[in-house]
């Protein structure tokens, strides 16, 4: 379903440390994926993306993964930094063209 | 990576007036563009769809006549909020599509969003 006036979850993460960003999904017919990241201010930013028939895609520092039993979606960050920091959407396609977003999580990366 | 440019980034107007935003896709052609509009700490909702040529799809519950868009290349949407009023304040953003490339099935690249005030 679509998100409606909930207040974001916050993950609060040592710099250097890994982090793990979590999203369940609602729609068993969304067949593509897309995680965002949003700082402050700013519209949101592609970040990596991974299709049904994947469980798993590899990017620069990123890995998401895709649990379809469950309609569950993660985000792993390896070695995070500062510039982490920010809000981080993931974002389903159930039909027709349109993303439907998760309710978003804060990450804050302390030095 | 494509390029949204949306323009502008922030405007302050007064109650009755009518404010009119751009969302500009830079280095390819989007049939479709999208407009969400998002309150702060919360999550992006989608207002419409914007299809090059013809109507826009507004989501339930949101006022056609009071949100209008206009799509009328493949590279630029517009967004006129009309007769805006405080509670139209907030942060709107616009994507758009970049197609279908490969196995991605519905790429969305984001402008930066513009900030509505309404006093």
């Known amino acids: 379903g679509e998100s409606v006036g909930l207040h974001l979850p916050t993950l609060s993460v040592q710099e250097g440390d890994n982090s793990i960003i979590n999203c369940a999904y609602s729609?068993?017919?969304?067949?593509?994926f897309i995680w965002y990241k949003q700082e402050s201010g700013k519209g949101p930013q592609f970040i990596i993306d991974i299709r049904s028939n994947m469980d798993k895609r590899q990017g620069q520092r990123v890995t998401v993964l895709l649990n379809k039993t469950v309609k569950h979606l993660s985000l792993q960050i390896a070695a995070t930094q500062p510039g982490d920091s920010a809000v981080y959407f993931c974002a389903e396609t159930p039909q027709g063209g349109k993303l439907i977003f998760g309710q978003g999580t804060e990450l804050s990366v302390k030095p | 990576g494509a390029v949204v440019s949306q323009h502008p980034s922030w405007v302050i107007c007064k109650s009755g007036t009518s404010v009119k935003i751009e969302c500009r896709s830079l280095?390819?052609?989007?049939?479709?563009m999208f407009w969400y509009r998002q309150f702060p700490k919360q999550s992006l909702m989608l207002m419409a769809t914007?299809?090059?040529?013809?109507?826009?799809?507004?989501e339930q519950g949101v006022e056609k006549d009071k949100f209008l868009i206009n799509h009328a290349s493949l590279t630029l949407s517009t967004l006129t909020v009309t007769s805006a009023h405080p509670e139209d304040s907030s942060f709107y953003i616009c994507?758009?599509?970049?197609?279908?490339?490969?196995?991605?099935?519905?790429?969305?690249?984001f402008g930066a969003g513009t900030r509505l005030s309404v006093l």
């Open positions: 280095d390819f052609q989007a049939t479709t």
């Open positions: 914007s299809n090059e040529g013809s109507k826009a799809t507004y």
């Open positions: 729609n068993s017919a969304s067949d593509y």
């Open positions: 994507s758009a599509n970049g197609g279908r490339r490969e196995w991605r099935i519905n790429i969305q690249y």
